[in-house]
């Protein structure tokens, strides 16, 4: 935000926010106080009932609560390094092959490549974000130690919470059942998955150690699911039924869940309202050939929300961590197009994902949390369709974003070639 010559400088922890556009459409001044929001009242020119201390005058820009990144790989971007030119391999196993030599050779350390993600999202309006961290033979739980140092390093200003993710499998992975449950024990909050059909053959051998440790550690349980078709979505009712039965409703998740959007008619409504009856929420980043159909889900019952997925590795040249962006994206693949269904999108980075990480205190009443996000935008919709600049965020009621432009960033470049 460019700063006016001569203004106040912006407190570092405001006593109120005056002059804000609710997602209602309602112009409000919010009181904080010791990181929460103390009170929400009409706003009033003369300072009403924010009257003193030090207060931010936004001018009518829209308030949300901080974004919640829903799916992350903060050990895998690699942002902090020069740039890296896509590898495409035949096969999902050769990707993953592909990624651990790519990695083994970069030379910025996990922590470094994982901080300057978290900077980016903090700059952005990210208050909270679930990130997957690689566990596997190879690299054990280094990379594990390595986001939890991020983790408390970022204490104050972005909340992290980490998945113990088998990215070589869990069944086809000799010892990688032992490192999930080390990984639980050290500190993830949540035990993953993936494709228990198409990457370890074995639906029930993978599903059987998952739901077995995630028991054990009381943790959540985050499944990648690219397998499609009626396969696909037989392993989503299979999820379903293990979380019914061990009553672990709203804390497990099926990311990606493509198939839900290769069925249509009874193999989808079936599959939609098990989801729903068991409390397993869907996520989605939106673009790939399929996405989850986010509308019809949500009218089945089933909690969808958003996340980035890869940003800038070995899997995805894309992604910039806005998750604004991350709603237009997803609101333009799923056809979102009226005020109501752009709000609906806006829900996919905010309460519906607030609400499958477990976050409490999330929200605009009194008594939540002042993480905060202010856009350049004059409402909800508009927010969504043109993903606008940030102009403040906060976190715990402090100022954390989006950082004062002083110079021109100092970029990541890959030394020069010379001859050419
Ligand atoms: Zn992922």
Same mark, same amino acid.
């Given at each position: 935000m460019s700063h006016p010559v001569g203004a106040p400088p912006i407190p570092s922890a405001p006593a109120a926010l005056r002059n804000v556009t609710l997602p209602d459409g309602r112009r409000a001044d919010i009181a904080l106080h010791e990181g929460r929001i103390a009170a929400v009242t009409d706003h009033r020119a003369d300072g009403g009932a924010v009257r003193g201390g030090t207060s931010v005058d936004l001018g009518g820009a829209l308030l949300l609560p901080a974004f919640v990144d829903?799916?992350?790989h903060l050990d895998k971007?690699?942002?902090?390094a020069p740039w890296q030119p896509h590898r495409t391999t035949a096969t999902l196993r050769e990707q993953i092959a592909d990624e651990r030599e790519l990695r083994a050779s970069i030379e910025v350390p996990v922590a470094a490549r994982a901080t300057a993600l978290a900077e980016r999202m903090i700059s952005l309006g990210t208050g909270h974000v679930r990130s997957h961290v690689d566990v596997d033979p190879d690299i054990g739980l280094a990379a594990l130690h390595a986001v939890l140092g991020v983790r408390e390093e970022f204490q104050d200003r972005l909340g992290i919470q980490l998945v113990a993710f088998p990215q070589s499998g869990v069944v086809s992975s000799p010892g990688v059942a032992d490192l999930l449950d080390a990984a639980l024990a050290e500190g993830a909050d949540l035990i993953g998955g993936l494709d228990?059909?198409?990457?370890?053959?074995?639906v029930d051998g993978q599903l059987d150690i998952v739901f077995r440790l995630a028991e054990r550690h009381g943790a959540g349980i985050d499944i990648h699911l690219h397998d499609g078709g009626e396969s696909g979505t037989a392993q989503l009712r299979a999820v379903a039924e293990r979380t019914a039965a061990l009553g672990l409703g709203g804390t497990v998740t099926v990311s990606h869940a493509y198939a839900l959007g290769q069925v249509e008619g009874s193999e989808l409504a079936v599959t939609a309202d098990a989801l729903a009856a068991a409390g397993v929420s869907i996520m989605t980043n939106g673009p790939r050939d399929t996405m989850p159909p986010v509308l019809r889900l949500r009218e089945h019952g089933v909690r969808v929300f958003a996340g980035s997925d890869n940003i800038r590795d070995s899997w995805w040249p *894309? =992604?910039? %961590?806005d998750m604004l962006e991350r709603a237009t994206i997803i609101g333009l693949q799923g056809g979102l197009m009226t005020d109501e269904e752009l709000h609906a999108a806006a829900s996919l980075i905010t309460g519906e994902a607030a609400a499958a990480l477990g976050l409490?205190? *999330? =929200?605009? %009443?009194?008594?939540?949390?002042?993480d905060l996000v202010v856009i350049a935008a004059g409402g909800v919709p508009e927010a969504v369709a043109a993903h606008p600049e940030r102009l403040l965020v906060l976190h715990g009621g402090r100022v954390v974003g989006p950082?004062?432009?002083?110079?021109?960033p100092r970029l990541t470049l890959a030394p020069p070639e010379v001859g050419r």
């Open positions: 829903g799916h992350a971007t690699l942002l902090g228990p059909a198409g990457f370890d053959g074995d *894309y =992604g910039t %961590a409490t205190g *999330y =929200g605009l %009443a009194p008594g939540d949390r002042a950082a004062p432009r002083t110079a021109y």
